[in-house]
């Protein structure tokens, strides 16, 4: 169950997952857990959906109920403490309200389509703090310094000794719009340049001439994991935040998207000549 790159946010949805697993096969209704654990329903089911956290004595009370075996109710406590442990990003709690940088401490391979601005584990820090405050303009300049913090946290991803494969699909949008002005949009062509020279990234442009195409309901990533079945998802975002897609039917979708989308960008020698020759005109 466990991924080779440890979330609690991930642990979470996994022991929930699993939770549930359990309670349908031993025929259990929620209701009847939750009186058990003299609780709401509402509870068993957001902890079965990774909405919250549950603690060790709650879950082997569950397991109690659901007449599991010692050995592995212990594994099971095992991921349930793991799951209550603290992410570094959790120091940013007031400016992070979503579940999205946890999923994505911890997964193996990421996908992502980007339209309009230099996916964060990209980003150089002074675009980071350009476009943040360009796009939160109501927001104070403490709390724009935060989120960089955390953007710049997430970047080590890429860069650890076990990185993640991470390949980008960009529109040419994205290295066209001088985010922060010419100065700091150099700087981060630069940068691309030299992350699309990294073996684990693979980066690609979807030149204008490609016409549309099956990006343009927007920009998405996806979060694959190699030891977790079942758990991989599709962030789609939107100017609410995002919104987190797991079903298979779904992730198919996404997955055509991608393929597509890939198949029609330049190939990545290609787009680093680009990214190269859009740098030498700032």
């Known amino acids: 169950m466990a991924s080779r790159r440890g979330s609690p946010t991930l642990r979470r949805r996994q022991l929930g997952m699993e939770l549930r697993r359990l309670r349908e096969a031993a025929h259990v209704t929620i209701d009847h857990v939750a009186e058990r654990l003299e609780c709401s329903g509402s509870k068993i089911s957001r902890i079965e959906t990774g909405q919250t956290g549950v603690t060790p004595r709650d879950v082997r009370d569950m397991l109690d109920i659901y007449s599991v075996e010692p050995e592995y109710a212990e594994q099971l406590l095992k991921i349930a403490r793991e799951a209550r442990q603290k992410g570094w990003w959790q120091l940013y709690g007031d400016v992070l309200t979503g579940a999205y940088v946890g999923l994505e401490a911890a997964a193996d391979h990421i996908r992502s389509y980007e339209a309009l601005v230099v996916p964060g584990l990209l980003q150089t820090e002074e675009y980071a703090q350009a476009m943040i405050h360009a796009a939160r303009p109501d927001i104070s300049v403490t709390e724009v310094e935060k989120r960089v913090r955390v953007r710049i946290g997430r970047q080590s991803l890429v860069t650890q000794d076990d990185p993640i494969d991470l390949w980008v699909v960009l529109d040419e949008a994205v290295l066209r719009r001088p985010v922060g002005g010419r100065a700091v949009m150099r700087r981060q062509l630069e940068h691309l340049s030299e992350a699309a020279g990294w ?84």
């Open 199 to 282: 073996p684990n990234v693979t980066l690609q442009v979807l030149p204008f001439s490609a016409g549309a195409h099956a990006g343009m309901d927007g920009t998405f990533t996806m979060l694959l994991y190699d030891e977790s079945a079942g758990q991989n998802f599709v962030f789609a975002s939107n100017a609410a935040g995002g919104l987190f897609l797991e079903k298979d039917d779904e992730l198919q979708r996404y997955g055509f998207i991608f393929d597509y989308l890939r198949a029609n960008a330049l190939r990545p020698d290609e787009s680093d000549s680009m990214i190269v020759k859009l740098t030498k005109e700032l």
